[in-house]
């Protein structure tokens, strides 16, 4: 069973960093497209960064410098760096995994909640 669990979010002052975590069961990350998105209140989730298999990473223009995508295979887990915070990258952000073979529409996690403010 495909299951993906973020963790990290939390209360942040502008300019600080957070972690996020994306700890994957039942398939691979090091073979899926791997994505981190967000949602903050009223707006559309917006994709943040991806890692394709081959290490090729894209990521929304408003985070790039300031955020980055990895994984670890041997833990089975990706992670989203996050430094410079800003106030507007306030939101939920969620892990996806488009896995080979699985469903078309890929996989979600629950979302984890991250807050910039002072």
């Known amino acids: 069973q495909v299951q993906l669990v973020e963790s990290g979010g939390g209360l942040v002052q502008p300019g600080g960093s957070l972690k996020l975590s994306c700890g994957a069961s039942?398939?691979?990350?090091?073979?899926?497209?791997m994505g981190w998105y967000r949602q903050a209140p009223g707006k559309e989730r917006e994709l943040v960064a991806a890692?394709?298999?081959?290490?090729?990473?894209n990521y929304l223009e408003s985070v790039k410098g300031r955020f980055t995508i990895s994984r670890d295979n041997a833990e089975n887990t990706v992670y989203l760096q996050m430094d410079g915070l800003k106030a507007e990258d306030t939101a939920t952000y969620y892990c996806?995994?488009?896995?080979?073979?699985?469903?078309?529409?890929?996989?979600w996690g629950k979302g984890t909640l991250v807050s910039v403010s002072s």
């Open positions: 996806k995994a488009n896995i080979p073979g699985g469903l078309a529409m890929g996989y």
């Open positions: 890692l394709s298999p081959g290490g090729k990473m």
């Open positions: 039942g398939f691979s990350v090091s073979n899926s497209v």
